[in-house]
C-alpha cells in the first residue's frame, strides 16, 4: 500500500524525497502512518521496479538534490492497483486489544479507551482543518476534479472517528457500570 501511495503522490506532481513526505504528511498520514526511513526506502523500490525515475538535480550552494518523476510503467501499475476491487479486512489491533481486555481488571482497562476517546477527538479536530488544505492542493495542482475523491477520504475519516469516539463511550459506560457493579 505505501508504495502506492507514494507512486500516486509522484502522479500528481514530481517532487524530490523531502516533497513527498510533506505531501504525505498533508494527505496520506491521515489514515496511513510512515517513518522518513520507510519512503526514502519505498522511493528506492519504486525507481528499482522502473515505476519512478529519480533525476538529479545540482543546486548553487546547497546540496544536488534528486527529483522523482513517475514512468509510464509506473502509471500503468497504479492503474492496475486502482482497479483492483479485492480489499482485505482490516486488521486492527484496537479490536485485538479489546478482546482480551478481560485479562485485566475494569479499574485498569478504563484508561485505554478514555485515552483512545481523546485520540478520536483530536482525530476529528485535525479532520476538520484538511478541507482547507485540500483546496491549497488543488489548486497547486489544478486538479478540482481530484479533490472530490480527497474530500471523500476525509468525510471516511471524520465520520469513523466520531463512530470511533462514541464507540468508546460506550465502552467507558460499559466498565463503569461493572465497576460500579464490583462495589
Known sequence: MLK????????YHEATGYEVMEMFRDSLNY?????????YREL???????????????QTGKPDK?????????KEELKKWLRDMSLKPVNSALLCKTFFMGELSPE?????????????????EE???????????????DAKEKGI?????????????KANKEWCQY????????IKERQ
Open 4 to 11: 502506492h501511495g507514494i507512486l500516486g503522490l509522484i502522479n
Open 31 to 39: 489514515f496511513w502512518s510512515a517513518h522518513t526511513s520507510q519512503i
Open 44 to 58: 528506492q523500490t519504486l525507481e528499482k521496479n522502473k515505476w519512478v525515475v529519480g533525476e538529479t538535480v545540482e
Open 66 to 74: 534528486k527529483v522523482y518523476h513517475i514512468t509510464e510503467a509506473g
Open 108 to 124: 485498569e482497562t478504563l484508561p485505554f479507551f478514555e485515552s483512545y476517546k481523546i485520540c478520536c477527538e483530536q482525530s476529528i
Open 127 to 141: 479532520l476538520s482543518r484538511v478541507p482547507e488544505i485540500i483546496t491549497n492542493y488543488e489548486n497547486l495542482l
Open 149 to 161: 475523491y480527497w474530500r471523500m477520504t476525509v468525510d471516511y475519516g471524520l465520520r469513523n472517528a
Open 171 to 178: 465502552c467507558i459506560d460499559e466498565i463503569k457500570k461493572l
